[in-house]
């Protein structure tokens, strides 16, 4: 694992061309550029025969916000912060503050959220 710096370079947080309710981040390094995200924030629902929301896309949202002290979803794209990566040719596996030791893993905090709220 690699820690480096990053600029937000640009954010996406809708439907995706297969109906997947997403979110992500494109950072960009020194000499690379890699998305942050890209989970589906949504579950089928049995009972109304159609994808709604999960409790993750709130908890992948609020904690992308609340780590880089960004205030909204919206201010994040030109902020600094920092990237723990797999190395070249790998993703990212976590995004933290730029100067704070304060980090959120997805895989790790969407993990604990009940099959139901997945």
Do not use: Q, Y
């Amino acid at each position: 694992m690699k820690i480096e710096n990053a600029k937000i370079e640009s954010t996406f947080l809708g439907v995706e061309d297969h109906g997947i309710f997403t979110a992500s981040v494109g950072l960009s390094g020194d000499g690379w550029v890699c998305g942050f995200g890209g989970f589906a924030l949504d579950r089928w629902s049995e009972k109304d025969k159609k994808r709604i929301a999960s409790a993750a896309a709130g908890l992948f949202i609020a904690r992308v916000i609340e780590v880089l002290e960004a205030g909204s979803w919206e201010k994040l794209k030109g902020l600094h912060c920092r990237a723990k990566t797999e190395g070249l040719g790998g993703g990212i596996l976590e995004i933290g503050h730029i100067v704070k030791d304060r980090w959120f893993n997805p895989k790790d905090e969407l993990a604990k959220l009940a099959p139901r709220d997945r």
